[in-house]
Every structure is written in structure tokens, then in C-alpha cells.
């Protein structure tokens, strides 16, 4: 081995034993549950622990509560991330503007919302959406629209918690696409501009396809997200009204640790990483193609 080869190992030795013990072994062993009955009895002495193959699968497959969940959660993804997205691209584009001004207590103010303690902030949005107290449907009463039952609807509760989840994540992906602006070379606009292209024509022929890569990484870390969204039904809405927020990530928690059927929480977990995977895979196969 040589010297070169040993100081590669040397330094990513640490990660790697890092990654193997804090994520590949619990994947493989949670990979092992699914295959189990692994619930409280068996915590209890190994002893009661049988293996039922893919009897965890088919189960799921036949729970209506389990396809809920997940058409819950395709719908935060389907909506919730074109409007992350949006948000976070026009925040960016207005802070990179040269003529605003306080830019730094603008970027500080925006980006908060990422950096508060998440449970804080949504106990804080559950009274402003308060049916007879809130703040937003007393704004609302201002226009002469009546108070909506925002976490009681089973029609309001999935939009309340989408807009309290866009409002939440933004500012981190705003972050990211400011970087990315702030790396477009200004040569090109001032091109477009003495060419006779307007601020939409710039943005949709010059900062868009330079950018475009980096529109890529935060759909895919958006779409993650999304389908890992549990804290905030979990506190606004705990699931309800009638189990219609109830999410994958909800439904494998009740399952795990509420039921403590470990071996049908561990395979929800990978019929979340198969779903995740197969969008990412998918949203990769457009971007090449639209690339050539």
C-alpha cells in the first residue's frame, strides 16, 4: 500500500467508521426487523422473535390507513415543493437585488424561521390559526370573510400545515440559491441587456439555465423533506382531524412506538427510502435529458 493510499484512508477512516456504525449497521438491522414480528414481547426476551418474511409488506399493502398516509404525503410533496421552491428562488432574486437596501437585517429576518426551535414555532402557529382567537381569521374577518376551522377541517388542515411548513423551510433553501446567484457572471446579463432583453428574459435565458443544477439539489432536499414531514402534523394537528394529516412518517411512528409493532415500522421506513429513491432517480433522468 502505498503512502498516498494510506493517508486517504487515514483521513476518511474516521467518517467511514462513523457512517458504518451510525447509519449502515441500523439500516441493515432495521432492513432485518422488516422481515420480523418484532414488537414488545420480543423486546421483552429475543426469544419470541419469529421471522414472517414479507408478511409485514403484504399487511401494509392492505392497511387503508397506510395508503392515507402516503397520499397525504405525495400531497405535500406534489404541492409543497413547487411552492418551496418558488418562495425560496423570489426571496433570493429580491435580496441579490443591487437596489435594496439592509440587505443583512433582511437576509437575518428571512432566514429565522429556519433557525427557531420547530415545536416553538408550531405551537405559536397553532393559536394563530385559532377558529375564534387567531390572528389570521381575525385579519380575515377585516375583509368580511368568515373564521375557517384551519386545524379542524379535514378540507383546511393539510393547506394550514403547507403554508406553515413553506414558511418554516424557505429560508434555508433561500440561502442556497442565493449563492448560486451571486455566481452568475454579470458579463451575461449586461449582454442580454444591451441585447434589448428585459428582467424576465435575463431571468429565463440567463439565470435560470446557470442556476439550473442548483434548482435540482433543492428539489431533492425539498422532496426529502416532505416526505419526511412528521413533527408539524404531529404537534398542530396530532393526525387528525379524522386521520386526514396523518403522513408516512407519522404512520410509522404510531406504529413503532405507539403500537410497538417495530417489524411494520421498520418496513414503512423502507418503503419511504424506495419512494424517496425512485422521485430522485426520476427527477435526475429529466435534468440529463433536458440538459442535452
Excluded at 439500516?27 to 422473535?49: E, G, K, V
Excluded at 368580511?144 to 383546511?156: E, F, H, K, T, Y
Excluded at 414531514?229 to 396523518?246: H, I, K, R
Amino acid at each position: 500500500m502505498s503512502a498516498e493510499t494510506r493517508a486517504g484512508w487515514t483521513m476518511t477512516g474516521p467518517a467511514l467508521a462513523a457512517i458504518t456504525l451510525f447509519f449502515a449497521i441500523p439500516a441493515a438491522a432495521s432492513l432485518f426487523l422488516s422481515f420480523t414480528d418484532f414488537d414488545i414481547y420480543a423486546l421483552a426476551d429475543l426469544a419470541n422473535l419469529r421471522f414472517v418474511g414479507l408478511d409485514n409488506y403484504a399487511r401494509l399493502l392492505g392497511n387503508p390507513l397506510f395508503w392515507r398516509a402516503l397520499g397525504n404525503t405525495l400531497w405535500f410533496v406534489v404541492f409543497g415543493v413547487p411552492l418551496t421552491v418558488a418562495l425560496s428562488l423570489a426571496a433570493a432574486i429580491l435580496l441579490d437585488a443591487k437596489t435594496l437596501r439592509w440587505k443583512p437585517v433582511w437576509r437575518v429576518a428571512l432566514f429565522a424561521p429556519y433557525v427557531t426551535t420547530l415545536v416553538a414555532t408550531a405551537v405559536v402557529w397553532r393559536y394563530l390559526l385559532h377558529t375564534r382567537y387567531g390572528l389570521v381569521n381575525y385579519a380575515l374577518g377585516w375583509f368580511g370573510i368568515a373564521p375557517v376551522d384551519w386545524l379542524g377541517s379535514p378540507n383546511a388542515s393539510l393547506p394550514a400545515i403547507l403554508i406553515f411548513v413553506a414558511w418554516k423551510t424557505f429560508g434555508y433553501n433561500m440561502v442556497i440559491f442565493l449563492a448560486a446567484l451571486q455566481t452568475v457572471p454579470q458579463e451575461l446579463h449586461e449582454a442580454a441587456r444591451i441585447d434589448g432583453a428585459g428582467p424576465f428574459t435575463r431571468f429565463r435565458h440567463v439565470t435560470l439555465p446557470a442556476i439550473a443544477p442548483t434548482v435540482l439539489l433543492v428539489s431533492i432536499l425539498s422532496i426529502a423533506g416532505f416526505f419526511q414531514l412528521f413533527a408539524e402534523p404531529y404537534v398542530m394537528t396530532q393526525g387528525g382531524p379524522a386521520q386526514s394529516t396523518v403522513t408516512i412518517l407519522y404512520f410509522m411512528y404510531e406504529e413503532g412506538f405507539k403500537w410497538w409493532n417495530l417489524g411494520t415500522g421498520s418496513a414503512v421506513a423502507f418503503i419511504l427510502f424506495l419512494c424517496i429513491l425512485a422521485i430522485t432517480l426520476l427527477q435526475l433522468a429529466i435534468a440529463k435529458r433536458l440538459a442535452r
